[in-house]
């Protein structure tokens, strides 16, 4: 049996080739290159997708908290894979695989209020994503809607509390 490295998730939190790496002066080119990328699969014809994903209580140990929310985004992600492709490792079909940008996203004090349950669960924890569905897909709905109706399959025995789906239609650079 042949062995497939498949990694849905890269963590680029830690890379520093260079031991310089400057997040805050590299912030706008970061965005200028997502938004580019995002946007020369737009032309192609993918689906953009913006997604919220909010989590239960997860136990507090330093650190943990963080790799929990991963884990289960990427649960979610291989789920979602077999629903889009048939064949998701194969070489023809990893081509047209959705791509997920997600990243966590921490409460900081905004003027509209938010719910003591939005705020307290995991410290407001939750993450932000990007998520492309390529033309080709098996699915039958748009992204926004697959996730409504098929929210038991994606929720259920998971550390996650809701799973929110919007089609991006414009201001991209303002997602990102």
């Not at 890379?15 to 995002?38: C, M, Q």
Request: net charge positive; glycine share 4%.
């Amino acid at each position: 049996m042949r062995e497939t490295n498949h990694r849905s998730w890269t963590n680029f939190t830690n890379y520093n080739p260079s031991g310089d790496f400057n997040i805050k002066a590299n912030r706008r080119t970061h965005i200028e290159g997502l938004v580019k990328l995002i946007d020369g699969r737009i032309v192609q014809g993918w689906s953009p997708s913006l997604l919220t994903f909010q989590f239960r209580q997860l136990p507090e140990r330093a650190g943990a908290i963080l790799h929990q929310m991963k884990t289960e985004i990427e649960a979610v992600y291989r789920k979602l894979v077999c629903r889009v492709q048939r064949f998701p490792t194969t070489r023809v079909g990893s081509i047209n695989v959705p791509i997920l940008f997600a990243c966590a996203d921490f409460p900081i004090p905004k003027h509209k209020k938010k719910l003591m349950t939005e705020v307290t669960v995991n410290e407001g924890c939750h993450f932000h994503g990007v998520m492309l569905v390529p033309p080709t897909s098996r699915l039958k709905t748009d992204l926004a809607s697959h996730f409504a109706d098929e929210r038991l399959r994606y929720l259920k025995a998971s550390r996650l509390s809701s799973i929110y789906a919007e089609p991006i239609e414009d201001n991209l650079e303002r997602v990102c």
